[in-house]
């Protein structure tokens, strides 16, 4: 009788610390993916919600403001705007330490990721990616593609 409580204090035991592992697992998911998750915006949505991603990272899509891009290569530095496609929002962006993309055009599709400082509308970019352009395009194509793929650099 001795020996069957025995085998039960062990089972209650194995169970208890198998929970206990199995919710820090859990927690450790949680932390995991809340801390590399990104959320998305238009330059229009991060203009709305701007104060509340102060310094957090965010990815960011749209065009490239005309005029608004500089290169200074003697420091591997970019900067330029990303305007909104539908509204006159803009971001502006700090690009450094990275060469700059050859497909990198003013009114190109763009998409960023960096963090984000809201009192200046400014994100510091560590992810710079382009719209490639479509080798099946033909130039006196009419009708636009409704394909977006990018080309990370």
Not at 4 to 20: C, E, N, P, T, Y
Not at 38 to 43: E, G, L, S, Y
Not at 96 to 110: E, M, Y
Not at 122 to 138: D, F, P
Request: net charge neutral.
């Amino acid at each position: 009788m001795e020996e069957v409580q025995v085998q039960k204090q062990r089972r209650l035991k194995v169970i208890a610390a198998s929970v206990v592992l199995l919710c820090g697992i859990a927690l450790l998911m949680m932390v995991g993916i809340k801390r590399t998750s990104v959320r998305h915006f238009t330059p229009a949505a991060l203009a709305a919600d701007g104060n509340k991603m102060n310094d957090q990272q965010v990815q960011v899509d749209g065009l490239i403001a005309e005029g608004s891009s500089e290169w200074d290569a003697a420091n591997f530095k970019l900067t330029f705007a990303v305007r909104d496609r539908e509204t006159a929002a803009r971001v502006n962006v700090i690009y450094k330490d990275r060469l700059k993309p050859d497909n990198f055009t003013d009114g190109g599709s763009v998409f960023v990721e960096g963090k984000y400082d809201a009192t200046q509308n400014l994100i510091v970019a560590s992810k710079l990616m382009t719209k490639c352009a479509s080798k099946y395009e033909g130039a006196e194509s009419a009708t636009p593609t409704n394909e977006t793929s990018y080309i990370s650099e």
